[in-house]
């Protein structure tokens, strides 16, 4: 057994970063999915942002960057800097998720802002 997720994923797609420990752990994606699927959102986080600390770079493939962000979501989805920071992910890799990105942003902005309604709401 990995000693977790960030671990699991490094042995799995490598790190750009450090060197991949020799693990004689049987490596099948399933695993890894499964894993991911039921890790909580500070697990999920602190993979992405280790194994991609910028963003644009690291071997995570796309297809398990946007499942883990669209996990992270699915578990924390009020959290304006969240959305933003999943928003970028999917303007970086792809034209395809662009209005998903838009909506991820407007979605934050709306948060942001329903604090200021709310005061401004008890002020009159």
């Known amino acids: 057994m990995h000693c977790g997720l960030t671990e699991h994923a490094r042995c799995l797609f490598g790190d750009e970063y450090r060197e991949v420990p020799e693990c004689g752990l049987e490596h099948r994606v399933h695993y890894f999915v499964e894993?991911?699927?039921f890790a909580a959102p500070d697990?999920?986080?602190g993979m992405l942002h280790a194994l991609c600390p910028h963003g644009v770079d690291g071997l995570l493939p796309v297809w398990v960057r946007n499942l883990a962000y669209r996990l992270v979501l699915l578990q924390r989805p009020d959290e304006p800097a969240l959305l933003?920071?999943?928003?970028?992910?999917?303007?970086?890799h792809g034209p395809e998720w662009d209005e998903i990105a838009a909506g991820?942003?407007?979605r934050a902005a709306f948060l942001?802002?329903?604090?200021?309604?709310?005061e401004g709401a008890e002020a009159g």
């Open 35 to 37: 894993e991911l699927t």
């Open 43 to 45: 697990d999920i986080l």
């Open 84 to 92: 933003r920071e999943a928003a970028g992910n999917l303007w970086m």
């Open 104 to 106: 991820l942003r407007r």
């Open 112 to 118: 942001e802002a329903e604090p200021a309604r709310s």
